[in-house]
């Protein structure tokens, strides 16, 4: 008889820059639709597809602001295993780690529709797929067809597990959001309050572009 229990991680990666609602309604309704034990906020270090960013927060920046935001949720945990990484960080990479500390763990990769249209361009996609089941969720500008064939390509070529996430469509981002700041417009609601004191004291986002 296997008696062997499986724990059910969720995993939120994301550059935080800064984190926003939107990253942390996706995390809770991934939780609450697929049984989660926690979700594990995790920053990304030095992510080779932001290699040109230079106008947002420090990596340390980006940390605090991640740990203020979930700091009141208790199944939320901030992870900083890319940070502490020198070089590039690719996510096959962190999940390898992850799956080599907690055999018995099986985890499931949070993200938006943009990120699942340009998968196939990240590191290893195949050995992401392998590693991790994708929760994706929908924004409603992408019609559900065009997700529906990715969705198979993706199986069809890396043996992708992928799921659907019903999310509310909020029309947020951290781009939009550091417009917003440098040019002294509010984002207050769009950002826990925490995050936004933190953003105010130390004077993120207010240089010009
Ligand atoms: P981000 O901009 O902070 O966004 C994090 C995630 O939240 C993205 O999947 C994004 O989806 C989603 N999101 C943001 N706002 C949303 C909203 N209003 N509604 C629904 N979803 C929303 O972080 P990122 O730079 O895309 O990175 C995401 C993760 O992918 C990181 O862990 C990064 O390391 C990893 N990644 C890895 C590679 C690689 O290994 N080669 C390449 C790229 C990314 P959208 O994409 O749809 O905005």
């Known amino acids: ?39 594990l906020f995790l920053p990304s270090g030095n992510p080779p597809h932001k290699k040109h960013r230079h106008d947002g927060a420090s990596d340390q920046e980006r940390l605090d602001m991640t740990a203020l935001a979930i700091r009141d949720n208790p199944h939320f945990t901030l992870d ?34 943009d990120s699942l249209m340009s998968f196939d361009s990240w590191k290893h996609p195949e050995l992401i797929s392998a590693s991790c089941i994708l929760l994706v969720a929908v924004r409603d500008q992408l019609e559900t067809e065009k997700m529906q064939e990715k969705m198979k390509e993706l199986h069809a070529k890396f043996g992708s597990r992928i799921f659907l996430l019903g999310t509310p ?41």
Do not use: W
């Open 169 to 209: 469509n909020l029309d947020i981002s951290s781009t939009k959001l550091r417009e917003c700041l440098r040019q002294k417009r509010s984002v207050r609601y769009f950002v826990p309050d925490p995050v936004l004191d933190y953003i105010k004291i130390k004077q993120i986002y207010q240089d010009t572009e």
């Open 80 to 113: 900083c295993e890319e940070m502490l990484r020198n070089g590039f960080t690719y996510t096959c990479e962190t999940l390898r780690l992850m799956k080599e500390k907690h055999p018995d763990t099986d985890y499931y990769f949070i993200m938006g529709a």
């Open 1 to 39: 008889m296997n008696s062997e229990i499986r724990h059910r991680i969720g995993i939120m990666g994301g550059t935080f820059d800064p984190i926003h609602i939107g990253h942390l309604i996706l995390a809770e309704c991934a939780y609450e639709q697929f049984q989660l034990e926690s979700v």
